[in-house]
């Protein structure tokens, strides 16, 4: 019942290919023809739930007499997946003799995910309100890994089995309307084809109608033993001593305490006391343990109950305290004991009064395994008794025994043991008593079997599921006769998940009736009553207050809506997407602006899947990638809020790393450290500029770190930081792609996980000895490396494979024809350049008895072999006044190198030779004066000892107007150009092609006047290739001056680099032509940001409302999500577009559910107006806005303009 809770899928282990039934009756019994035929041939027939639409049902599917092969793809299997049971009733028009039904079902495991139900049963009835049973059948084949049929049948003959059926109807029955009802599995396909009612038109002798079989909730009574709340108390052994009762930890379970501690009434009137192992690990049978528990660790249990002092003293001295308080001296708290199980394989029990007893069926045959077994269970019942009788318990009352093993076996003699031991129980004056799982096999027998009271598990609490399965449960149960449990633990208390889930429970009660008609069972876990009583939290106290309520039927269903939660990072408000370097140090605060003070709001968090409690500090150091806190607010609904904090290492960082393991001496060769020193300072240089070009140098860095590593210049620790930081700064080609995968073991480790580039997210397959996982890459890219980082479910062997059509596949060249052996940890393949767009992992055998798992599967293309030029980022500046000229470059071969210069004057002629040594630092400075007034640009050439070409630079030299500070200079690498100040208040505006407008807005711009206006057309860019699609729109609005290109030098436009949320304002209200005045803006927009009047008026007109109403995170990657919003106001204002009246036009995206409700409305109004496209079925609302992607929004909008114009 407890540690199997979130196993109970597949624990139907033993698979017995028995027989199947016959499947008709050709005559009656009394040997004549009675024209009996299949009376659903041909007929119609209504699901309670429309199949799945790959496996769809015409509404013949069912009856037109053909019986599809074991292959699901044959096209005549009906499939339903997932969520609850389901039903199909057929009308046979009027009242018709029934001899037979049977329905047939595909078991396809693993392969294609699909289980025969645990349990079909065929009811019939007159007028489809009241149902008769005929009978409940469980599967026979089990839940094996094979391909087979199945088919479940009712026949009416007798019963022969030991334990007879009570919901069985024999013989020929009379009735119009025949309904089928499968149970479902929670992770599984159901496929169902043929259903066949034979029987005949009208009356035949011996035919008679089914009495309705009542559809309700077990009630209080008798056969509860009076019992009305039973709370289970778990008395075995725990590590942390919770297995051992105290009277102070009873109290507040069978009776309500008020926040003082003292009783003000009863709460649970019954307890359970159980264990699930002893002092030794053994199990008493419900859960998987170290063995078996023997006659010793029955003893144990025993004594420990029922000693002085123990358990049960516990319970009697809680009840007479309660009882006091409250009055009531005389009340008496119900008890029930459970029944250890005697498995049918256990050989080792022990002596009992002098007799070895063997319950092993393999051994000892069915007959003594079942005697024996018997007789330990009379042992133990007698035992109680006479232990119960000689403490004389004040204040208690036995009333029954728990059968502790949560279905009945599905080994032949389950039944009849379960039978032996309730007649044991009732023989001594006792209820029995059981709480199967929800997968119970034969549950359904419950009255057969002797069991008194039952109440059925829902499974709910314990992962994420359905909320349907609450009703399909209860349907069950009512179905069966049976009552509820509500089940819950202490993660209600410190997870907001888990609350909600606790609160739906209680919500559900009220609508079955369980909780004003039925008989509660309440599943605690350990402690979570007594922690919710005593906390002196509002919003965990008011949890033990409403259990309380809900046993005394008074609760009321809670749906309050969680508020709005505000985080803080080092107090300083959040952006749903911070980066940061890797050196910062977070501690995470959070408030609750729109708190009603009910005292009801709780939130829980967690960091990187881990609780995280408020105010705790994470160091980033060493730890680049994305870390994401996850607050969830909880009132009585929850909602999670997610917020990922990036960690760049950036080049920054990789400089500061370089020179702490230089220092060290983990860094050995000083002409390789200059060479990656050097290519990081460039990196640094044009990240902003030209992030190609960047990535570049960083790609330079890697090779020099290889070369490094080939050579034992660098210690392992050191390069593997290092490479760690490569690796994220490079980034993986498949990062925020689309990924599919064979399976998913469960909700939040869905195939995405794995390309998310969050170190603790995963995707994890169920267990499966094979499983898949595939990556898009949506277009054909190329790649050299590739990195899996396993978790602890990992590989033996695995096969990569690649292909450009999904259809036909090429192994990988690694390994042995693309099959490789896993190691723990980060796998890394280094392999012959390859192009590809879709790559797939297939796991060949496990290491470990669990899945596949892995939190990152990297794509990368590190091209080892990167040309760079000796000399580089050369800057070349003069101060005017002085006519001084300084020359500054870097050597990046590392080398310590003569470097030798020529300059030349504007007519050609030399002003200046010299030379200088390069730098312990691998750079390099020239400095002199100019000779001679001659005013233009100045060539600079310079060389060293190796090169061939000079490489060249140039500045400009002009005496200064009255108004100027000086000449800038042009660099060629870095592009840093313009160290000697301004431009002078007169000079002209650069063509309006170029990225520095004459407005004054650049920091080192004098007072010019210029307006940037009477540019040429911009040459094409260079870097579109991949970007074709965007081509258009970006040279469009490039010659409107509304985006610019990245590198004027090399004609780049970078169309994959992000856009931040300011430069997307910029442009658009740039675009727009939008003004307003206006007196605030945000917190962290300053007068002195280029997008201050943009972002500030944007704000104004209420285009932007900033991620937290204070800041506006103008440096963050804008969302797709956030630019149809800002686009969607715009145009709105502008009278462009009308908002959509519905966000119909979002179906069929598969991730519209991903939207974000403030987004819905926008998303739908721009796709209603052709301004936004999905990809492949897909919205990506929160994926970052590529420069491309915006560019082509912002043209779509501009055409809507123009053509509205």
Same mark, same amino acid.
């Given at each position: 019942?407890?540690?199997?809770?979130?196993?109970?899928?597949?624990?139907?282990?033993?698979?017995?290919?028995?027989?199947?039934?016959?499947?008709?009756?050709?005559?009656?019994?009394?040997?004549?023809?009675?024209?009996?035929?299949?009376?659903?041939?041909?007929?119609?027939?209504?699901?309670?739930?429309?199949?799945?639409?790959?496996?769809?049902?015409?509404?013949?599917?069912?009856?037109?007499?053909?019986? @599809?092969?074991?292959?699901?793809?044959?096209?005549?299997?009906?499939?339903?997946?997932?969520?609850? $049971?389901?039903?199909?009733?057929?009308?046979?028009?009027?009242?018709?003799?029934?001899?037979?039904?049977?329905?047939?079902?595909?078991?396809?495991?693993?392969?294609?995910?699909?289980?025969?139900?645990?349990?079909?049963?065929?009811?019939?009835?007159?007028?489809?309100?009241?149902?008769?049973?005929?009978?409940?059948?469980? #599967?026979?084949?089990?839940?094996?890994?094979?391909?087979?049929?199945?088919?479940?049948?009712?026949?009416?003959?007798?019963?022969?089995?030991?334990?007879?059926?009570?919901?069985?109807?024999?013989?020929?029955?009379?009735?119009?309307?025949?309904?089928?009802?499968?149970?479902?599995?929670?992770?599984?396909?159901?496929?169902?084809?043929?259903?066949?009612?034979?029987?005949?038109?009208?009356?035949?002798?011996?035919?008679?109608?089914?009495?309705?079989?009542?559809?309700?909730?077990?009630?209080?009574?008798?056969?509860?033993?009076?019992? =009305?709340?039973?709370?289970?108390?778990?008395?075995?052994?725990?590590?942390?001593?919770?297995?051992?009762?105290?009277?102070?930890?009873?109290?507040?379970?069978?009776?309500?305490?008020?926040?003082?501690?003292?009783?003000?009434?009863?709460?649970?009137?019954?307890?359970?006391?159980? /264990?699930?192992?002893?002092?030794?690990?053994? /199990?008493?049978?419900?859960?998987?343990?170290?063995?078996?528990?023997?006659?010793?660790?029955?003893?144990?249990?025993?004594?420990?109950?029922?000693?002085?002092?123990?358990?049960?003293?516990?319970?009697?001295?809680?009840?007479?305290?309660?009882?006091?308080?409250?009055?009531?001296?005389?009340?008496?708290?119900?008890?029930?004991?459970?029944?250890?199980?005697? *498995?049918?394989?256990? $050989?080792?029990?022990?002596?009992?009064?002098?007799?070895?007893?063997?319950?092993?069926?393999?051994?000892? &045959?069915?007959?003594?395994?079942?005697?024996?077994?018997?007789?330990?269970?009379?042992?133990?019942?007698?035992?109680?008794?006479?232990?119960?009788?000689?403490?004389?318990?004040?204040?208690?009352?036995?009333?029954?025994?728990?059968?502790?093993?949560? =279905?009945?076996? #599905?080994?032949? #003699?389950?039944?009849?043991?379960?039978?032996?031991?309730?007649?044991?129980?009732?023989?001594?004056?006792?209820?029995?008593?059981?709480?199967?799982?929800?997968?119970?096999?034969?549950?359904?027998?419950?009255?057969?079997?002797?069991?008194?009271?039952?109440?059925?598990?829902?499974?709910?609490?314990?992962?994420?599921?359905?909320?349907?399965?609450?009703?399909?449960?209860?349907?069950?149960?009512?179905?069966?006769?049976? +009552?509820?449990?509500?089940?819950?633990?202490?993660?209600?208390?410190?997870?907001?998940?888990?609350?909600?889930?606790?609160?739906?429970?209680?919500?559900?009660?009220?609508?079955?009736?369980?909780? =004003?008609?039925?008989?509660?069972?309440?599943?605690?876990?350990?402690?979570?009553?007594?922690?919710?009583?005593?906390?002196?939290?509002?919003?965990?106290?008011?949890?033990?207050?409403?259990?309380? =309520?809900?046993?005394?039927?008074?609760?009321?269903?809670?749906?309050?809506?969680?508020?709005?939660?505000?985080?803080?990072?080092?107090?300083?408000?959040?952006?749903?997407?911070?980066?940061?370097?890797?050196?910062?140090?977070?501690?995470?605060?959070?408030?609750?602006?729109?708190?009603?003070? +009910?005292?009801?709001?709780?939130?829980?968090?967690?960091?990187?899947?881990?609780?995280?409690?408020?105010?705790?500090?994470?160091?980033?150091?060493?730890?680049?990638?994305?870390?994401?806190?996850?607050?969830?607010?909880?009132?009585?609904?929850?909602?999670?809020?997610?917020?990922?904090?990036? %960690?760049?290492?950036?080049?920054?960082?990789?400089?500061?790393?370089?020179?702490?393991?230089?220092?060290?001496?983990?860094?050995?060769?000083?002409?390789?450290?200059?060479?990656?020193?050097?290519?990081?300072?460039?990196?640094?240089?044009?990240?902003?500029?030209?992030?190609?070009?960047?990535?570049?140098?960083?790609?330079?860095?890697?090779?020099?770190?290889?070369?490094?590593?080939?050579? *034992?210049?660098?210690?392992?620790?050191?390069?593997?930081?290092?490479?760690?930081?490569?690796?994220?700064?490079?980034?993986?080609?498949?990062?925020?792609?689309?990924?599919?995968?064979?399976?998913?073991?469960?909700? &939040?480790?869905?195939?995405?996980?794995?390309?998310?580039?969050?170190?603790?997210?995963?995707?994890?397959?169920?267990?499966?000895?094979?499983?898949?996982?595939?990556?898009?890459?949506? $277009?054909?890219?190329?790649?050299?490396?590739?990195?899996?980082?396993?978790?602890?479910?990992?590989?033996?062997?695995?096969?990569?494979?690649?292909?450009?059509?999904?259809?036909?596949?090429?192994?990988?060249?690694?390994?042995?024809?693309?099959?490789?052996?896993?190691?723990?940890?980060?796998?890394?393949?280094?392999?012959?350049?390859?192009?590809?767009?879709?790559?797939?992992?297939?796991?060949?055998?496990?290491?470990?008895?669990?899945?596949?798992?892995?939190?990152?599967?990297?794509?990368?293309?590190?091209?080892?072999?990167?040309?760079?030029?000796?000399?580089?980022?050369?800057?070349?500046?003069?101060?005017?006044?002085?006519?001084?000229?300084?020359?500054?470059?870097?050597?990046?071969?590392?080398?310590?190198?003569?470097?030798?210069?020529?300059?030349?004057?504007?007519?050609?002629?030399?002003?200046?030779?010299?030379?200088?040594?390069?730098?312990?630092?691998?750079?390099?400075?020239?400095?002199?004066?100019?000779?001679?007034?001659?005013?233009?640009?100045?060539?600079?050439?310079?060389?060293?000892?190796?090169? #061939?070409?000079?490489?060249?630079?140039?500045?400009?030299?002009?005496?200064?107007?009255?108004?100027?500070?000086?000449?800038?200079?042009?660099?060629?690498?870095?592009?840093?150009?313009?160290?000697?100040?301004?431009?002078?208040?007169?000079?002209?505006?650069?063509?309006?092609?170029?990225?520095?407008?004459?407005?004054?807005?650049?920091?080192?711009?004098?007072?010019?006047?210029?307006?940037?206006?009477?540019?040429?057309?911009?040459?094409?860019?260079?870097?579109?290739?991949?970007?074709?699609?965007?081509?258009?729109?970006?040279?469009?609005?490039?010659?409107?001056?509304?985006?610019?290109?990245?590198?004027?030098?090399?004609?780049?436009?970078?169309?994959?680099?992000?856009?931040?949320?300011?430069?997307?304002?910029?442009?658009?209200?740039?675009?727009?032509?939008?003004?307003?005045?206006?007196?605030?803006?945000?917190?962290?927009?300053?007068?002195?940001?280029?997008?201050?009047?943009?972002?500030?008026?944007?704000?104004?007109?209420?285009?932007? +409302?900033?991620?937290?109403?204070?800041?506006?995170?103008?440096?963050?990657?804008?969302?797709?999500?956030?630019?149809?919003?800002?686009?969607?106001?715009?145009?709105?204002?502008?009278?462009?577009?009308?908002?959509?009246? +519905?966000?119909?036009?979002?179906?069929?995206?598969?991730?519209?559910?991903?939207? %974000?409700?403030?987004? @819905?409305?926008?998303?739908?109004?721009?796709?209603?107006? *052709?301004?936004?496209?999905?990809?492949?079925?897909?919205?990506?609302?929160?994926?970052?806005?590529?420069?491309?992607?915006?560019?082509?929004?912002?043209?779509?909008?501009?055409?809507?303009?123009?053509?509205?114009?």
């Amino acid at each position: 019942m407890r540690t199997r809770r979130g196993l109970t899928a597949l624990l139907l282990v033993p698979v017995m290919l028995l027989s199947l039934l016959s499947s008709a009756f050709a005559e009656e019994s009394g040997g004549g023809s009675a024209g009996f035929y299949n009376l659903a041939q041909g007929k119609t027939y209504t699901w309670s739930e429309q199949p799945e639409e790959a496996f769809p049902d015409d509404g013949t599917k069912l009856t037109d007499g053909n019986a @599809a092969d074991p292959s699901r793809d044959s096209g005549n299997w009906v499939g339903h997946r997932s969520k609850q $049971s389901r039903s199909v009733v057929f009308d046979l028009g009027e009242q018709k003799t029934i001899q037979e039904v049977s329905a047939r079902f595909l078991h396809d495991w693993p392969n294609n995910e699909t289980l025969v139900p645990l349990t079909v049963s065929f009811y019939v009835s007159d007028d489809q309100v009241n149902w008769g049973v005929l009978s409940h059948n469980a #599967t026979k084949l089990l839940w094996g890994d094979q391909t087979n049929t199945e088919t479940y049948t009712w026949d009416g003959s007798a019963e022969t089995g030991v334990v007879k059926r009570g919901d069985y109807a024999e013989g020929l029955v009379y009735a119009r309307f025949v309904k089928v009802v499968f149970s479902m599995h929670s992770k599984a396909w159901s496929m169902i084809d043929e259903v066949t009612i034979n029987g005949a038109d009208g009356l035949l002798a011996g035919a008679q109608p089914v009495q309705p079989t009542p559809y309700a909730l077990l009630q209080p009574g008798e056969a509860t033993g009076g019992i =009305q709340n039973l709370g289970l108390l778990y008395n075995g052994h725990y590590a942390d001593g919770t297995g051992t009762w105290t009277k102070e930890r009873v109290i507040p379970n069978i009776s309500y305490v008020n926040k003082q501690g003292e009783p003000t009434d009863w709460l649970f009137d019954g307890v359970l006391y159980l /264990g699930l192992t002893s002092d030794n690990g053994r /199990g008493f049978g419900a859960t998987d343990a170290a063995g078996k528990a023997r006659k010793a660790e029955w003893d144990w249990y025993l004594n420990k109950t029922f000693n002085t002092g123990g358990d049960m003293s516990a319970l009697n001295e809680a009840t007479a305290e309660a009882g006091a308080k409250l009055g009531q001296t005389n009340h008496k708290t119900k008890v029930i004991l459970m029944i250890p199980e005697p *498995g049918e394989y256990q $050989s080792d029990f022990g002596s009992l009064n002098g007799e070895n007893l063997d319950f092993n069926v393999g051994t000892v &045959g069915s007959a003594v395994s079942l005697n024996n077994r018997a007789k330990a269970i009379q042992w133990w019942v007698d035992e109680v008794q006479a232990r119960w009788a000689a403490a004389n318990y004040s204040n208690l009352e036995l009333v029954g025994m728990y059968w502790l093993e949560e =279905q009945i076996s #599905t080994h032949p #003699t389950g039944p009849e043991m379960v039978k032996r031991a309730s007649d044991i129980v009732h023989a001594a004056g006792l209820k029995m008593f059981w709480i199967p799982h929800f997968l119970a096999y034969k549950a359904f027998m419950w009255k057969d079997v002797g069991i008194d009271a039952v109440s059925l598990q829902p499974n709910y609490f314990f992962e994420q599921l359905d909320p349907s399965r609450l009703d399909d449960t209860a349907d069950m149960a009512k179905r069966y006769g049976m +009552s509820l449990e509500l089940e819950f633990d202490d993660r209600m208390i410190n997870d907001a998940v888990f609350r909600e889930r606790f609160i739906e429970y209680l919500n559900s009660g009220v609508d079955t009736g369980l909780m =004003q008609q039925g008989y509660k069972a309440f599943y605690q876990g350990n402690n979570a009553v007594y922690n919710a009583a005593v906390s002196a939290d509002p919003a965990t106290r008011v949890l033990y207050d409403w259990l309380y =309520q809900f046993a005394k039927g008074t609760y009321q269903k809670q749906d309050a809506v969680p508020p709005d939660v505000v985080a803080l990072m080092n107090g300083q408000p959040m952006s749903e997407h911070a980066i940061v370097p890797d050196s910062t140090k977070a501690a995470f605060t959070w408030t609750i602006p729109g708190d009603d003070g +009910s005292g009801i709001v709780k939130v829980t968090a967690k960091y990187d899947g881990k609780p995280y409690v408020q105010g705790t500090e994470v160091d980033l150091t060493g730890k680049p990638g994305k870390h994401v806190l996850e607050l969830t607010v909880a009132a009585a609904k929850s909602k999670t809020v997610k917020f990922v904090v990036e %960690a760049r290492l950036g080049a920054d960082g990789l400089l500061a790393l370089v020179d702490k393991y230089a220092e060290n001496n983990q860094l050995s060769n000083a002409d390789t450290n200059r060479a990656m020193r050097n290519a990081l300072i460039m990196m640094k240089r044009t990240q902003a500029s030209d992030p190609e070009q960047a990535k570049r140098y960083l790609k330079a860095f890697n090779a020099k770190l290889e070369e490094a590593k080939d050579r *034992g210049y660098v210690a392992e620790s050191a390069y593997t930081e290092l490479k760690e930081g490569v690796y994220y700064e490079i980034g993986s080609i498949a990062q925020d792609k689309q990924a599919e995968a064979s399976s998913t073991e469960a909700a &939040g480790l869905e195939p995405s996980k794995a390309l998310d580039s969050a170190p603790a997210t995963r995707w994890a397959s169920e267990v499966r000895e094979t499983a898949w996982f595939q990556a898009d890459l949506e $277009s054909q890219q190329t790649f050299d490396t590739i990195r899996i980082d396993w978790e602890l479910a990992r590989a033996d062997q695995y096969r990569l494979t690649v292909s450009d059509d999904k259809q036909n596949w090429h192994p990988l060249n690694v390994g042995n024809n693309g099959v490789v052996k896993a190691t723990d940890g980060k796998n890394t393949l280094v392999f012959p350049a390859t192009t590809a767009r879709y790559i797939k992992f297939e796991g060949i055998n496990r290491a470990t008895g669990y899945g596949y798992s892995f939190y990152e599967f990297g794509v990368y293309d590190l091209a080892l072999q990167q040309e760079l030029k000796t000399l580089d980022g050369i800057q070349a500046a003069v101060d005017v006044p002085a006519k001084n000229v300084t020359i500054d470059g870097l050597v990046m071969n590392g080398k310590k190198e003569q470097v030798y210069v020529k300059v030349l004057d504007p007519s050609g002629g030399i002003q200046y030779t010299g030379q200088t040594t390069t730098e312990d630092d691998g750079s390099f400075r020239i400095a002199f004066t100019l000779t001679g007034e001659a005013q233009g640009v100045y060539t600079v050439e310079l060389e060293t000892d190796d090169m #061939t070409t000079p490489e060249p630079a140039t500045f400009e030299y002009r005496k200064p107007p009255t108004n100027g500070n000086g000449n800038g200079g042009n660099g060629n690498g870095g592009g840093n150009g313009g160290n000697g100040g301004g431009n002078g208040g007169n000079g002209n505006g650069n063509n309006g092609s170029n990225g520095n407008n004459g407005n004054g807005n650049n920091g080192n711009n004098g007072n010019g006047n210029g307006n940037g206006g009477g540019g040429t057309k911009p040459a094409a860019f260079t870097d579109l290739g991949k970007h074709e699609w965007a081509r258009e729109a970006i040279e469009k609005l490039a010659e409107k001056g509304v985006i610019k290109g990245t590198s004027i030098e090399k004609g780049t436009f970078s169309p994959a680099s992000p856009v931040t949320r300011a430069d997307f304002i910029l442009m658009l209200v740039n675009m727009l032509n939008l003004r307003a005045e206006f007196a605030s803006t945000f917190a962290d927009v300053q007068p002195k940001d280029y997008y201050y009047d943009a972002v500030s008026i944007a704000k104004q007109l209420g285009i932007v +409302s900033g991620v937290n109403g204070i800041n506006f995170a103008p440096r963050d990657p804008i969302s797709r999500q956030d630019v149809m919003v800002m686009l969607t106001r715009a145009l709105q204002m502008k009278g462009i577009i009308k908002p959509s009246t +519905s966000d119909s036009a979002l179906e069929g995206y598969r991730d519209a559910s991903q939207i %974000a409700p403030y987004a @819905a409305d926008s998303a739908a109004t721009m796709l209603e107006h *052709g301004l936004v496209t999905g990809s492949n079925g897909y919205m990506k609302p929160k994926s970052m806005t590529s420069r491309a992607e915006a560019a082509t929004f912002l043209y779509r909008a501009l055409q809507l303009v123009e053509g509205k114009k």
